[in-house]
Structure formats: C-alpha cells, structure tokens
C-alpha cells in the first residue's frame, strides 16, 4: 500500500502543497508549530474520514478560507485510485475516482492509515471511551463491515433512550433490548476476536521495543465467549438494570460502556504504568496493529509517527527502528531533531523541512 501523492489545499496553516512522497521513509522536521503534525492528520483524515486530533470542520482550513481539499493518490495491489475529502464549515465530502461515496467500505481499504501520536497515548490514561475508541478503529481497520454493526448499534441505542426519556412502556423498551442484545452481542464478540488475534503480536512487539521481561495482556470482559452467550449476557443486563433505567432515562449498559482494560504484571497501565510503558505500550499496539493488517490485507498499511523522539527514549527509539526498517513499509514521521534517527539507522528517505506550512524537500 503506498501514497503516490498527496495534494493539500488550504489545510490548517497548509495553504497550498503537492508531495510525492518516497516509498519508504518521508520525515518532516523542523520547529514546533510549522505544520509537521499537520501533514500527518492530513493523511489520516484522508484515509480515515477520522481524525486523531480534536477539531472542528472549521479549524481544518485556512484562516480566512471557506473550504479544504485533501486528495491523494493511492495504489495497493498494484491498483491506483484517487481519493478526495473536501471539507467546509458544514461537513465533509468524500469522493472516490471522482465519485461521491454512499458507503465508505471501499473508499477506505484505499489507504488504512495507523498512527502513533501523544495525543492517542492519552487514551490509555483517559476515560474508558477513548481506550474503546482505540480498539473500535482497529477492528474496523481489519474488518470493515464491522462499522455497519457499529452505525446499527448507534441508532438502535438512540431509540431506546428516547423510549426511555419519554416514558415508553415497558415492552416497547423490552423489544428495542432484544434488537440491541442482538447487534451488541456482535460487536463485542468483534472485539474480543480481535483482541485475541492480536496479543500474540502485541506481546513481541512490546518486548521487541522495550527489551524487557514485564508481561503486557488486555481485559475485556468479552473474552472467551460466544455470540449466543453474549446475546443472552445483554439481555440479562438490560433486564436488571431498567428499572434504573427509567430513572436516570439512559441505557446504562452494553457494548458503548464496555472498558478494556491495558495491564502491565497484572495491573493497570493507566493507574499505574509509567510514561515510558505507557507511550511503549501504545507503539507496541499499533506495531501489532500493523503486523495484523499486513497478514490479512497482503500489504503493510502507512505509518504515521508524530514526535516519536519526543515520546520515547533513545534505547526504544534505537529498537524502534530497526523494526521499521524490516518492515518495509511507508512509513511518515514527524521530528524536530532528525540526528536520532540517522543514528538508529534510518538514512534512506526523503527529509522534508517545513516551515511555515512550506515543504523543502532535501533528498536523502
């Protein structure tokens, strides 16, 4: 999978750019507050049609502009295509080979961006939404039907809660938790699959950055269980909980409350992991992230690095990239100081000085 180029058009402090970026190694360095990390987030929003950082529509584009345009030029499998998100003050648009999208599934196996940022190394220490967050776009990475489970899941829930606000009857609420035991039932089982698949590469990938003998593993309640005992586990939930349920008129369980939880020798990473494990357990997550797209897809995915050197010391950041160079993937990272990287290895490249949201490409 590769980005062949990408075009930005009054992006955030991006007035107007086109990049054709190496195959391999594309890092931009330079001071903070340039536009480095912007060209990131235009990727993965780009790819995604999510962002890593929290915004508005209309922080997205250029002071004084009414619109944005990211289009990139995409190839996988030795297919091309041109994807295009153009975004105002009310929304996004999508389109595909010129095409405006109805369902996003082939739009996004276009390009599956993974990023590694501090604002995603966050989410281990946050509230359980973002930890969710973080396992939801992995799965749907891997699976994309998996987002039509989620979007049903969504609108089921608001009908019951507006059931619930409203004082609807009983069974009216009763039937609504049979269709949402019903599409829960699948999204966890979703998750903990993915899970399951996942720790085998997780567990290398962290031992392969950190060098160190500390057990990692993942809660999730949902572990272990088929789709059937899911079903009925839900439903035995909304059960006990409706009657407080109709007081606080919110459904107050499911799939949408779920935590999973990071450990590190069998305790919580949030509570009680280090920075340092924490920032190496998120790099690990999205290694493993990675390894797992490239087994089903046949193609690594890109990667995007922001502040790497900033997020982890100079051991991890050695053992890093190493990684990345027997990865063999595209790989886009953001730096202030790029001596670190000529020392851990990475040489082949293009290093791209941004200043002012202009890119000063000097070849490696």
Sequence with gaps: MQLEKLTLRNFRNIEATEFRPHPVFNIFYGSNAQGKTNLLESIY???????F?????D???THGETAATIIGCTRQNDVGHEIRLDINKEGKQARLDGKVINRPESYLSCLRPVVFAPEVVGLIKGPPAGRRQLVDRAVFQADAGYLENVQTYSRQLK??????KTGGQVEQVE???????RTGARIRYARAAYLERLIPRLLDSYRNICGEKETISLNYRAAGKGIT?????LLDEYGRQLEQELRYQMTLCGPHRDDIEFMVDGRPLRNFGSQG??????LAFKTAQALDLQQLHGEPPLLLLDDLTGELDKRRQERFYQFLLNLKTQVFITA???????DGGIKEGYFIRVKEGNLHNDKS
């Design 59 to 61: 922080e997205l584009i």
């Design 336 to 342: 202030t100081d790029i001596r670190p990287l000529h």
């Design 229 to 233: 005992e899911l079903e009925q586990e």
């Design 175 to 181: 039937t609504w938790s049979s269709e949402l035991a």
């Design 277 to 282: 494990q924490q920032r190496s357990f998120i």
């Design 159 to 164: 009908q019951r809660n507006r059931l619930l």
């Design 45 to 51: 929003l780009l790819g995604s049609l999510k962002n």
């Design 53 to 57: 950082r929290s915004a508005r529509n």
